[in-house]
Structure formats: structure tokens, C-alpha cells
């Protein structure tokens, strides 16, 4: 069965730390993965996209890689702050309709 | 600019009860899409748009219809409401390009309790 996995577990860090986020898939072929961030009562926000023939996009202190092989993208938060505690959802783009399939997300709190 | 406005933003109804969530969006985007959202279950696609006057089943559609007839616009119908239907529902929109891949801009949600 097709499947999307994110760390189900809050991810606690201290300021300053780098966060890691994992997202996990099987039984698709995405042409693409996007990242959202989402605060609590809020929609969420577009933060990242990165394509099936690149390994690795960088925006600021985010860093995204794509791994088609191990079916798998990791999310990277360098010199955290506690204004980055939020829930953080993948998504994969499958086909040209623009359709996601979400991640449950993963809660990630980071402490002063 | 808005960008994404939905209404309303939360709604209380009875087991049976019909009502219409509406969204409204001023990015002059092709494409928009309805999803809800519940504990543990991250957000699913309950129905889509990829234009004007066209609308798609997504992978949750049973209980909802929707309507485009005006491009910026697309409303989310429930016709009998039920209390499995209590969830969390957001619209978002998006460009639409050969390859795919536009980030979707979401509105805020409507909370929707069925009692």
C-alpha cells in the first residue's frame, strides 16, 4: 500500500541545534516533494520544493534533500531558534495536477 | 493582497444540516483544492479544481460536493452532515505549470463541529 511517514514523535532541540526532520515514503514515484511549516490555528505555509533529479535546495538556514533510492527526503533546521517551533509537513507531488499527498508532520519544539 | 480567505472561520452544526464553506482567493491562481484536516491523519484531499467550471474528486470526496463558476471562487458543500464530518477544513490554490510543483498558499481553515 502507498504510504508517507514523518517522525510521529515531537522533536525536542535546544537553541542553537540543528533539527533534523525525516519523511519516508513507499509505493510512489513523486516528481517532486514539498515542505510546509504550520502554526497552531494556522494554514500552512510553503517553505521549500525540491524535484526528483536534484539531490539538495538550501533557502536560509533550511536545507532539503531527496534521496528516490531510500524513498526518502530529510529537512534540516541549522542554528535553530525557538521562533522555529512549529509542525512541519511534507508533501509528495505525484502527476501534473498539482495534487499533494501530506505527511501526518512532525511537532518540532525548540527550547531557549 | 488577501491571498487566500476562507468563511467562515468556525461553524457549530447538527447531524443533518447543510451549509456551504467558501473560498475566495485573489492570486489569479488555475488551480484549487479542498482538504481536511484530523489528529493524526494530516491533511487529505477532498475534492479539486483545475479551472474554471471544472472540479475533480480527491481522495476523500464522499459526503461533500463542490462548485467553481467564478475562477477566484470555490465553495465546499455539505448536503447532510454528519459527525464524522467534524474536522478541520482548509482551501488552498496554486499556478499551474507543465512540470508541476507550484507551492499551494492556503487559507486559515474553518473549524466544523457536527453535533
Known amino acids: 500500500s502507498q504510504k508517507i511517514e514523518q517522525n510521529s514523535e515531537a522533536l525536542n532541540i535546544q537553541e542553537g541545534k540543528t533539527a533534523t526532520l525525516t519523511c519516508n515514503y513507499t509505493?510512489?514515484?513523486?516528481?517532486?516533494l514539498q515542505w510546509y511549516r504550520q502554526d497552531p490555528g494556522r494554514g500552512p505555509v510553503f517553505l521549500l520544493l525540491?524535484?526528483?533529479?536534484?539531490k539538495e535546495k538550501r533557502k536560509e538556514r533550511l536545507k532539503v534533500t531527496f534521496d528516490t533510492t531510500l524513498k526518502q527526503s530529510l529537512f534540516h533546521i541549522t542554528a535553530s531558534q525557538p521562533a522555529d517551533s512549529a509542525t512541519y509537513l511534507c508533501?509528495?507531488?505525484?502527476?501534473?495536477?498539482?495534487?499533494?499527498?501530506f505527511g501526518q508532520g512532525t511537532t518540532l519544539q525548540v527550547k531557549p | 493582497n488577501a491571498g487566500v480567505t476562507q468563511t467562515p472561520k468556525f461553524r457549530v452544526l447538527k447531524t443533518g444540516q447543510s451549509m456551504t464553506l467558501l473560498c475566495a482567493q485573489d492570486?489569479?491562481?488555475?488551480?484549487m483544492y479542498w482538504y481536511r484536516q484530523d489528529p493524526g491523519m494530516g491533511l487529505r484531499l477532498i475534492h479539486y479544481?483545475?479551472?474554471?467550471?471544472?472540479?475533480a474528486k480527491g481522495e476523500v470526496p464522499d459526503g461533500y460536493n463542490v462548485s467553481r463558476l467564478k475562477k477566484q471562487n470555490f465553495l465546499l458543500g455539505l448536503e447532510s452532515a454528519a459527525p464524522s464530518q467534524t474536522s478541520v477544513y482548509f482551501c488552498?490554490?496554486?499556478?499551474?505549470?507543465?512540470?508541476?510543483?507550484?507551492?499551494?498558499?492556503f487559507g486559515d481553515g474553518t473549524r466544523l463541529s457536527i453535533l
Open positions: 509505493n510512489y514515484s513523486p516528481a517532486y
Open positions: 488552498a490554490s496554486s499556478y499551474w505549470v507543465r512540470t508541476g510543483g507550484q507551492p499551494q498558499h
Open positions: 508533501a509528495l507531488g505525484v502527476g501534473n495536477t498539482g495534487k499533494l499527498i
Open positions: 479544481s483545475v479551472g474554471e467550471g471544472t472540479t
Open positions: 492570486m489569479n491562481h488555475e488551480y
Open positions: 525540491i524535484r526528483e533529479n536534484e
